[in-house]
C-alpha cells in the first residue's frame, strides 16, 4: 500500500513491535530460528503451550479432560503480547488490545502501538455469562 497506508489506525492483540523484555526475548528467538517476524499465529501458540504447560502442572500431570479444564478456568501469565488470564466463567481469553497507527520505520511500513485496551473480555462470552 506504500504511503496510503501512513497513519491508518488498527486494533489487534499482539505486535512484534511491543515494547516489553518479554517480547523483545520472544522476537529475537523467533527470527532466530524461523528467519521472520513472529505473528498472531506464533503468539498464540507461543500462549497456547504455555497455557497446556501451567494446566498440566495444576494437575500434576492429569490429561482428563474435566481436570484440564477446571484447572485452567482463571489462570493468569505474562506473556510477550502482555498480561493474559483465562476467565473463570466463560472460558475466554483475556487480554489487552493495542491501538497502533502505520508508520514508516526506516524503509518499512508498520504498525506502531500507541496506545491499549486492558483485559478485554470476549463480548459473546459476556453476554453467555448472563442468560
Known amino acids: 500500500m506504500g504511503d496510503a497506508a501512513l497513519d491508518i489506525i488498527t486494533a489487534w492483540h499482539y505486535d512484534y513491535k511491543l515494547d516489553n523484555k518479554l517480547n523483545h526475548a520472544f522476537v529475537k528467538e523467533f527470527n532466530a530460528m524461523h528467519g521472520r517476524n513472529p ?73 506502531v502501538p500507541f496506545d491499549k485496551i486492558a483485559a478485554v473480555k470476549d463480548p459473546a462470552g459476556e453476554r453467555r455469562k448472563q442468560k
Open 39 to 111: 505473528d498472531f499465529f506464533s503468539i498464540g501458540g507461543y500462549d497456547g503451550m504455555h497455557a497446556i504447560y501451567e494446566t498440566l502442572k495444576k494437575t500434576k500431570g492429569n490429561t482428563d479432560g474435566d481436570a484440564m479444564i477446571a484447572a485452567a478456568k482463571g489462570l493468569k501469565w505474562e506473556s510477550p503480547r502482555g498480561p493474559m488470564s483465562i476467565d473463570p466463567d466463560t472460558r475466554d481469553v483475556v487480554q489487552d488490545v493495542y491501538i497502533r497507527r502505520v508508520q514508516k520505520v526506516g524503509n518499512e511500513y508498520v504498525n
